[in-house]
């Protein structure tokens, strides 16, 4: 089972950028799929989640209005949209998912059982 996000890189502050997190070995479509981050230095944080089918979504009050969660689940795969990016969104990003057949959105790293490696997200000022 892995989970493999992408689409970081560095971008000015007020510019967008696209994460997504595919993932391989068995099918996520019946688990709640959540983006967290990391600073340097910092406690990993929430962003934002999904509910299995789609149609629920949490966000951290840092984000919200700016970023966007989706899924497609046909390709078993997660997105993250960020826009109106700010310095402070700089950090690793990381997706992860929650156990099958658990449908709160939780908003707590531990609770979450499946994890990416991270995508690198940099924004200048």
């Known amino acids: 089972v892995q989970l493999q996000a992408c689409g970081g890189g560095l971008v000015q502050a007020g510019g967008s950028l696209r994460l997504s997190c595919a993932a391989s070995?068995?099918?996520?479509?019946?688990?709640?799929m959540g983006w967290f981050r990391q600073a340097p230095g910092k406690e990993r944080e929430f962003v934002a989640a999904?509910?299995?089918?789609?149609?629920?979504?949490s966000y951290a009050d840092s984000v919200k209005g700016r970023f966007t969660i989706s899924r497609d689940n046909a390709r078993n795969t997660v997105y993250l949209q960020l826009n109106s990016l700010r310095p402070e969104d700089t950090a690793v990003y990381s997706c992860?998912?929650?156990?099958?057949?658990?449908?709160?959105?939780?908003?707590?790293?531990?609770?979450?059982?499946?994890w990416g490696q991270g995508t690198q997200v940099t924004v200048s000022s």
């Open positions: 070995g068995r099918a996520f479509s019946g688990n709640v």
């Open positions: 992860a998912a929650r156990a099958s057949a658990v449908t709160v959105l939780s908003r707590a790293s531990n609770s979450y059982i499946y």
């Open positions: 999904i509910s299995r089918g789609g149609s629920g979504t």
